[in-house]
Structures are given as C-alpha cells and as structure tokens.
C-alpha cells in the first residue's frame, strides 16, 4: 500500500484521499449524504477535477456516513415550495443538475467504482447504478421507493434501467422495496457483494489493478462502451471498429503488443 494524501478541497461534504492513482471520494454529509442542490453541484466540480489531474487514474466514490446516499434533500425541496411558483423552478434546476452528475460519472475520462456500505435510495441508487463498478458489502440495502411518497423515481429509472433487466427494473420502481446485496448483485447493479470489514481493501484492489492500465486506452474504451451501448448492432459494430482502429494507432497499443510479445512489463505513455 503507497502514501494515502489527504487533499483539502476547501469543503466539508467531501473527504478527499488519494493513493497511488486512486482518488477516493467519501461523501461525508451526515446523517444521510442527501443530494441537495449545493451538494450536486460540489461533487460535480469534484469529479471534473479528479479527471483534470493527469495523477488520477480511477476515482472511487464512498461515504463517511452510515446511509451511501439517501437521494434528494427532500427537506430542501419542499422548502421550495414556498416560492411564488411553487417551487417550480428550483425542481427543474434541482433535476437538471442531477442529470448533469450523472452524465458527468458516465463521461468521466476515468473510471469511478462506487464503494457502496450501507442504503442507497432513490437518487442514491441512481448514483450507484451512474458507476462504471459498483462493489457492496454485505450491510448495503438498494431502493427507488417514490412511489412511497407519491413521487415516481423516474429520473434514477434512467441509470437504472440501464444497468438490469427491464422487469427488475420495474419490479423496483413499482413496489419501492428494499433490495438485498446478493439480488442487486444477481441481477447487475453491483458487481460484487463482500463483508463490510474488506470492502475498502476489495475496492482498493480492484482501484489498482484498473489504474495500472493505459490511462489513454480506459479513456478510449469507456467512451466507447457507453456510446455502443445506445446505438444498434450495425452502428456498434462500425462505430468499435472505428474505434478499434484509432486506438491501434496510439502509442500505448503499439507498446503493449510489443511488451506481449517480448514478455515485458508494458511502459505507458498514455498515449
């Protein structure tokens, strides 16, 4: 294990640590790491800062409290309805932002694993399914409950029905319920259920073996990956051969062949 950095980013939501090329994330907002507005929009910032520093290979995301991420400050949005359009306007800007989170996760040049111990609900939920990797411990609980409330989960539906089956999808936006580790794993919202004690260590490793790839080819391949993933079998297969294409031309392709086949440890350039 390298030096762990405590980096101060001038904010208490977030603790920042980095080790390595892993910078971890931990939501420290207690007791529940509501996503309010301000909330959203520092952990964007955030994140578009981790992909700015060439140091930042992976990103994992955590929490410091005992819930991942309850959602949206529920509190915060009602309070808004006090406002001449009944809180009209700041609903639209408070889901405008999510959205913008989540694409941010997605379109990150790196990949950000979700350390996941303890609930994670409605937008909470749509944050962990928004991760490339998402690892769990055996304490973790997975909901969309705003058919609860009266509040369809429709925005979290986005990342979540892009992540499980259409009828788990649905079986979770319509009973609300709680969905245990070992069924999130079952059905692809997690990929690994582990006990709460090595969560950090499994995630660590997982960080590593990810971040002593080419920092050029994870970028290349995880835009891919999502871009493929929208289009039909056709364009997917045009658009990764394209793809293909351009990241034999880079010079970590033609150096990692190279240390293949002369039984060498590859020297990245990211490149």
Not at 9 to 36: D, F, W, Y
Not at 83 to 101: I, M, P, Y
Request: aromatic share 6%.
């Amino acid at each position: 294990m390298g030096e762990v950095l405590t980096i101060d980013h001038g904010a208490e939501s977030l603790r920042i640590t980095q080790e390595g090329g892993v910078r971890r994330l931990a939501m420290a907002r207690p007791p529940a790491n509501a996503l309010s507005l301000g909330f959203m929009e520092e952990l964007t910032d955030t994140l578009n800062a981790a992909a700015e520093d060439r140091a930042v290979r992976v990103v994992v995301l955590a929490s410091d409290a005992k819930v991942f991420c309850a959602g949206h400050d529920l509190k915060e949005m009602q309070g808004a309805r006090e406002s001449d359009d009944n809180g009209r306007a700041f609903f639209e800007k408070t889901f405008r932002r999510c959205a913008d989170l989540m694409q941010t996760i997605v379109r990150l040049r790196v990949p950000v694993i979700a350390e996941v111990n303890g609930v994670a609900t409605a937008a909470g939920c749509q944050l962990v399914a928004s991760c490339d990797l998402a690892i769990a411990s055996e304490e973790a609980r997975f909901a969309t409950p705003g058919v609860n409330i009266g509040l369809f989960c429709s925005t979290p539906m986005v990342a979540l029905s892009r992540n499980v089956h259409r009828k788990h999808a649905m079986e979770m936006l319509l009973t609300g319920e709680m969905t245990e580790p070992t069924h999130a794993r079952e059905i692809g919202l997690v990929n690994r259920v582990v006990p709460k004690q090595y969560l950090g260590q499994v995630v660590q490793k997982y960080a590593e073996t990810i971040a002593s790839k080419s920092a050029f080819t994870l970028k290349i391949g995880k835009e891919a990956f999502y871009r493929q993933a929208e289009m039909p079998l056709d364009q997917a297969y045009e658009e990764t051969a394209r793809v293909m294409v351009e990241n034999m031309m880079a010079k970590d392709a033609e150096e990692g062949i190279g240390a293949f086949i002369g039984k060498r440890t590859p020297e990245w350039k990211d490149e």
